[in-house]
């Protein structure tokens, strides 16, 4: 018989044995590289906002004279009305005087300064001017006042001749009181006002509504004035008993600051208010020129202050917890961005407010987890900005997932996430004008 070469079993099995374990290196390998490879990072949108709308009231203005008011810090609040030529300001004056004096005299609020005796020359502005027709108090023989109880005489019942005697005790001369009052104008930017004398009897002591809105803001940053001005009765040795000449003095907020009248001025009023708004005191500061009479007047400065208040809107930026993003994983668990707090501002009138969001390249990431930030620009006013985090947690999707969907979402040497850092700017603005309605446009 012819003999059969027969081959080990061994060498038959050896290489489907070295296949299989092949295969299951390659599988163990995929599974392992499916498990360990890293995510690119989710993709991030961001989610427009509109903000809310709201009508405002016009200003009420007297149909006379010239008027402006502003509140303070609030420069976009800045209105006026009538003629914006200088106009005899009367016995606003007196605040000129007082600044002037306490540049040269300065008193801390609680002092009482140096006394001050009054001397035959301020003894006979008493009857110089009453013959004028001019406000005066008595001021008897050796009468011994200090600087703040003259003020006080000077500011609160708009005495003439105590006008007079704390010039002449601070500068010598009325002269040399006109010099300084010049040069105190010139230093604070009051370019068309001018002053002659200490009193305001003389109508060529002019100035403008908007120098004196200034003036009116000075006057309530030194803290003696804004007492004296603020102060509705007052008894004062040798004077008597002095009653505020402003009888708006407590009314709709009024705190000062200063009356005046002359036939060629009209009735005349420097005033300021406060307010609260959105849980902080505004101030605004006005002023009247060239009214019939002060009843009607002080009518007149009610009104417009009423509708200067109502400007004032609270502003909501955001809500805590409001969206402005959203994270999108490949295995669809998506989270939003929000806002981790509140934020809102104060504003007056029509506003401009623009919302720029930013947020983080972010794979995985907690609850609470901080992720970005949206800034809110608004106009005349300090930049606002509030964190984002994140609404909910992004988890890893597990094991399953990656073996069942093979390198989906995977991190490669280019990817940075398509749209991980977002941005988006837009604003809208309101028209503009001298009662403007408030339109705020926000977006993020």
């Not at 009765?233 to 002095?242: H, K, L, R, S």
Request: charge should be negative.
């Amino acid at each position: 018989m012819p003999r059969v070469d027969r081959s080990p079993r061994s060498a038959v099995r050896r290489p489907v044995t070295i296949g299989v374990v092949a295969v299951l290196l390659l599988a163990v390998g995929y599974l392992v590289a499916v498990a360990v490879v890293p995510f690119a990072p989710a993709s991030a949108t961001t989610t427009t906002y509109s903000a809310p709308t709201s009508t405002l009231p016009d200003l009420r203005f007297p149909g006379y004279g010239a008027t402006a008011v502003q509140a303070t810090g609030f420069p976009e609040s800045l209105r006026t009305s009538g003629d914006t030529k200088p106009r005899s300001i009367a016995s606003i004056t007196k605040v000129v005087t007082a600044l002037v004096v306490l540049d040269a005299k300065p008193l801390a609020r609680g002092e009482s300064g140096p006394a001050i005796r009054f001397d035959p020359q301020m003894q006979a502005l008493y009857a110089e001017y009453l013959a004028q027709n001019g406000e005066v108090a008595p001021m008897p023989d050796g009468l011994q006042l200090s600087e703040y109880q003259t003020m006080q005489v000077m500011l609160m019942k708009s005495a003439n001749n105590y006008a007079g005697a704390l010039a002449l005790w601070a500068f010598g001369s009325m002269d040399a009181y006109q010099r300084a009052a010049s040069a105190w104008l010139d230093e604070h930017g009051l370019d068309d006002t001018t002053i002659h004398e200490p009193t305001g009897l003389d109508p060529a002591n002019q100035s403008t509504a908007t120098d004196l809105v200034r003036l009116g803001q000075l006057a309530l940053a030194d803290p003696v004035v804004e007492e004296i001005v603020g102060t509705q009765q007052v008894t004062v040795p040798g004077a008597g008993q002095i009653e505020n000449s402003n009888k708006l003095l407590g009314l709709d907020g009024i705190e000062g600051i200063k009356t005046g009248t002359l036939d060629q001025a009209g009735a005349c009023l420097l005033f300021a208010a406060a307010y609260q708004r959105g849980g902080r005191q505004v101030t605004v500061v006005g002023v009247m020129l060239g009214g019939k009479d002060h009843p009607s007047l002080d009518v007149d400065v009610r009104t417009l202050l009423r509708s200067v208040a109502d400007n004032f809107q609270v502003v909501t930026l955001t809500h805590a917890g409001q969206t402005f993003g959203t994270y999108s994983t490949p295995w669809r668990d998506d989270a939003d961005a929000v806002a981790a707090e509140a934020a809102e501002v104060l504003v007056w009138g029509d506003t401009t407010v623009r919302a720029r969001t930013r947020l983080d390249s972010l794979t995985l990431g907690e609850r609470g987890e901080r992720v970005g930030t949206v800034r809110f620009t608004i106009e005349h006013h300090d930049p606002v900005t509030v964190p984002l985090e994140l609404e909910r947690s992004i988890e890893d999707p597990g094991l399953w997932w990656r073996w069942t969907n093979p390198f989906r979402g995977v991190e490669t040497t280019a990817a940075t996430g398509p749209t991980a850092v977002a941005r988006q700017t837009t604003a809208a603005t309101g028209p503009t004008g001298a009662a403007p309605a408030g339109r705020w446009g926000l977006a993020a």
